[in-house]
């Protein structure tokens, strides 16, 4: 059973789907930063990303895992209350995104999609560096950035100074 009631769920869902999101926030800070210029909500482009970088050609998505269904994530339960609509939504929200995605490949655009779940404090260095090596290497063209792929890079990262 979902643990909140009919009401109080829709509420807590649309507070999760505006636009002014903290994960978005860090990642624009972290980039903006980092010496990125860029542009926010682009109306005229597939999918209205949430940030995009002429000078690069690129665009970032910052997804919510539970909106975009983010396979295999602990964040992309769905709900026990109406679980068929739910399923029947976020099946086509994840539809549309990779529309969307392929909408803009097909224009010149490299597309960066960065998951909610990557958005921890503790990885913040390895999103950065992750998104910037992105952004300034025109050769990679389409890619995503979650939590788990952070986790195994901090690893790598510890490993890396323990044979130094
Ligand atoms: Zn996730």
Not at 34 to 44: D, I, Q, S
Not at 52 to 63: C, E, M, S
Request: include cysteine; charged fraction near 30%.
């Amino acid at each position: 059973m979902d643990k909140f009631d009919e009401r109080k769920r829709s509420d807590i869902m649309s507070r999760i789907r505006s636009k002014d999101t903290t994960p978005e926030r860090l990642v624009r800070h972290l980039l903006f930063a980092a010496g990125f210029r860029y542009r926010l909500h682009v109306r005229t482009l597939p999918g209205v990303p949430d940030m995009v970088f002429p000078k690069h050609r690129a665009v970032i998505f910052v997804h919510g895992c539970f909106w975009h269904a983010h396979e295999g994530c602990s964040r992309a339960t769905v709900p026990a209350t109406n679980e068929e609509f739910w399923q029947a939504k976020l099946a086509r929200n994840r539809l549309r995104d990779s529309e969307v995605r392929a909408a803009l490949l097909a224009s010149g655009w490299r597309v960066l999609t960065i998951w909610e779940c990557a958005c921890g404090k503790r990885t913040v260095h390895c999103l950065r560096r992750l998104a910037v090596d992105f952004l300034c290497n025109s050769e990679r063209i389409c890619e995503e950035i979650d939590g788990q792929c952070l986790r195994a890079e901090q690893e790598k990262e510890t490993n890396d100074i323990e044979k130094h």
